[in-house]
């Protein structure tokens, strides 16, 4: 294995080296010895009243190691670096597991809601999308080279939708939400979307505005406020809550 040459840190660089460290045992997959070993190495050049604080913190892996989810990260980080095309036979959960063959150049690997997602080109879709590492039966480095697409931003990419997911063929919506109390303080206290407007009203509720497309995911994202909620554009969300909300209340009812 090669070695790289000696990196000097000052005192904050190496904190939020091991801040970030910390966050990544939080995902299996992540080399948890090599990564503690790391973590040992930065933490042992510290004054000693820093170093016993980070390891009183209790730097632990809180994930089970993951050999298949590691080896699938390896794999798709080895394309990355070498601009190789991956052949992936992935297992699509919106169409109950149906398996697929895909042919991607990858760009990126993000970690995401316990998980990682691989970012490519899709051969077949002919569009940047993104794969869930879980999701991936095989993955097979190929001997094919690309190119990175040209004025692709992954921050851009991002910005464009709400979480990871994105809608094939969805439109940008304007969304406008009312949340009562309670709610209205979680959402007014975190940042959920890049260009998110907040409108404080004298009640204690909010207005929430934002543009962008309406998924699965953002779906969920609503639903979990329940009746703390009103769904004030578009019309399709509002409809989708009513039928999801009578629903849930047949099964409750039939149970």
């Known amino acids: 294995v090669p070695r790289l040459p000696s990196v000097n840190y000052s005192v904050p660089e190496a904190l939020a080296l091991i ?26 050049v510290f004054p000693e009243d820093l170093r016993r604080f980070i390891e009183q913190s209790g730097v632990t892996p809180a ?28 297992r ?4 109950g597991g149906e398996e697929t063959e895909r042919v991607i150049d990858p760009l990126a690997i993000l970690p995401y ?56 063929d969805a439109p940008v919506d304007d969304v406008t939400l009312l949340f009562r109390p309670p709610a209205s303080e979680w959402v007014a206290e975190g940042e959920w979307h890049e260009g998110e407007i907040i409108e404080r009203q004298p009640d204690g509720s909010i207005i ?35 039928a999801e909300a009578r629903a849930i209340l047949d099964r409750a009812e039939t149970a």
């Open 113 to 168: 809601d316990k998980s990682w997602q691989l970012v490519g080109y899709c051969h077949l879709r002919q569009a940047v999308r993104v794969f869930k590492i879980d999701r991936i039966k095989k993955l097979d480095i190929l001997p094919q080279r690309f190119n990175r697409p040209a004025g692709f931003d992954l921050g851009q990419f991002l910005a464009s939708g709400w979480g990871i997911m994105r809608g094939l």
């Open 19 to 44: 801040l970030a460290a910390q966050a990544g045992m939080n995902y299996g997959g992540v080399p948890q010895e090599e990564l503690g070993s790391a973590i040992r190495r930065l933490t042992s």
């Open 92 to 95: 699509v959960a919106s169409r």
């Open 208 to 242: 929430y505005r934002a543009s962008i497309q309406v998924t699965p995911e953002f779906q969920r994202w609503v639903l979990r406020y329940g009746r703390m909620v009103d769904i004030i554009a578009p019309s399709h969300l509002r409809d989708w809550l009513v």
């Open 63 to 90: 994930s089970p190691a993951d050999d298949r989810r590691t080896a699938l990260l390896s794999t798709a980080a080895s394309a990355i670096s070498r601009s190789h095309c991956l052949a992936l036979t992935y």
